[in-house]
């Protein structure tokens, strides 16, 4: 016993402090004040509130966003009978179109658009290997009026126009 | 197995589980513990279970030489030939089948069958072989590991495999390499309300051999030729209660 209680004194509690201080100098460095301040001078885009349909107007609101609504669309799609086309990546490829002249390029050309953050952010995502990255020339899918838009903001109201029309349509029937 | 007894089974379960949904919908919400509400997302009409889809296959009409379904089928869903028979994708199979005592030779085409007591929805370690409320077997791709025990439960051969990096996937059937894959019955039409792409080209082609539609709905077309033709349902003996039924043969 009394070994055990000279071990305990030489070996065991130099090396508990030595941790407690360690711990204690991680958590004061680990937050310079100057981290703090530019925290101050840009407040952080609220997260958890999902905006739809204005994206276009607030871009900032979608960059933090687009995983949460894509995962919103994807835990949906299979399951619901009702499935709704907002949340798609088929609905993001529609409009966020990089043409290399007359074409659209692909998720395989680094100029896509998603791989233009994702490529700066070090994320690989793997959408790409189930999804079409092209935006589709289906006429049921995509009206010419999507299709030949220039800007996404004019892409996204001709794609609402679009859908208000097939859904007056599905209800005429 | 007959199919009435099927049917009187499968509507049994639906309005046991009618009259669960409309029970917990009238609670509305219910107080688990003190402070603690398990709020309930009101059901919306096509959730309730109300439909079967289902398709009536007339081997009589079919042909042989006629792949008309297939194509439209591969056309769809972006299924492309690597010149590999054995791994190539086939969500639809055109099968010969021959009486050996009269020698009547009948061609049906065989897809997944959509069965009310799914096999692979059973095996399915993760969930993703999934029964949809409206009777459609599906498999969520984003939770499939590709582990092929839905492949091995199918006794149909229905359930494939992709075993090739897609290249051009189809924008309304996302399919990649590592992933189980079938008849998805064309949901992406029919939520728009458009027939099946194989039912439409088979119409197309003049034989009209497929019909689609509400099993659950006793006045719509397919319910009532399947009691009126006693549709059967491939392997019987195994109860999977198909939601694809065929008439002219003998199975």
Not at chain 1, 53 to 66: C, D, L, Q, T
Not at chain 1, 144 to 150: C, G
Not at chain 2, 206 to 231: C, M, Q, W, Y
Request: include cysteine.
């Amino acid at each position: 016993m009394q070994q055990y209680n000279t071990i305990l004194r030489r070996r065991l509690l130099p090396a508990l402090l030595l941790g407690a201080l360690l711990t204690a100098a991680g958590v004061f460095f680990a937050a310079p004040p100057h981290q703090a301040a530019a925290a101050e001078a840009a407040p952080p885009v609220p997260k958890q509130k999902l905006v739809r349909g204005h994206w276009s107007e607030n871009p900032e609101i979608m960059r933090k966003n687009h995983k949460e609504l894509l995962l919103e669309g994807m835990t949906n799609a299979a399951r619901a009978t009702n499935r709704k086309d907002d949340n798609t990546i088929e609905r993001c490829v529609t409009c966020h179109i990089v043409r290399d002249g007359e074409k659209p390029v692909s998720a395989a050309d680094p100029r896509h658009f998603c791989n233009q953050c994702h490529a700066k952010a070090g994320v690989s995502i793997d959408c790409f290997t189930c999804h079409a990255s092209l935006p589709t020339t289906d006429p049921a899918v995509m009206s010419p009026e999507v299709r030949n838009a220039d800007t996404v903001k004019e892409r996204l109201q001709q794609w609402q126009k679009y859908t208000q029309e097939q859904a007056a349509k599905g209800t005429g029937k | 197995m007959s199919i009435t007894g099927n049917k009187k089974t499968a509507c049994a379960e639906s309005s046991c589980m009618q009259s669960r949904r409309r029970f917990l919908l009238g609670a509305g919400a219910i107080l688990l513990a003190p402070g603690v509400l398990l709020t309930v997302r009101p059901a919306l009409a096509d959730e309730t279970g109300r439909q079967r889809w289902g398709l009536l296959i007339d081997t009589r009409r079919c042909v042989g030489d006629c792949s008309a379904c297939v194509t439209a089928c591969s056309t769809t869903h972006g299924l492309v030939s690597n010149g590999r028979p054995a791994t190539d994708p086939q969500w639809i199979r055109k099968v010969q089948v021959t009486d050996p005592g009269t020698g009547h030779v009948a061609h049906m085409p065989i897809m997944c069958q959509h069965c009310g007591n799914a096999q692979c929805v059973e095996v399915c370690p993760t969930g993703a072989s999934l029964k949809r409320a409206d009777g459609i077997v599906l498999v969520d791709k984003h939770l499939c590991i590709g582990c092929r025990y839905c492949v091995m439960a199918c006794p149909f051969k229905a359930r494939g495999f992709a075993h090739e990096e897609v290249e051009n996937p189809s924008p309304v059937s996302p399919r990649g390499k590592g992933s189980a894959e079938g008849c998805t019955m064309c949901v992406h039409r029919i939520n728009k309300g458009q027939l099946p792409a194989c039912v439409e080209a088979c119409a197309r082609s003049g034989h009209e051999a497929i019909l689609f539609g509400d099993l659950n709905d006793p006045t719509s077309l397919i319910a009532k030729r399947v009691v009126a033709f006693g549709a059967a349902a491939l392997r019987a003996d195994l109860r999977t209660d198909p939601s694809v039924r065929y008439v002219g043969v003998n199975l």
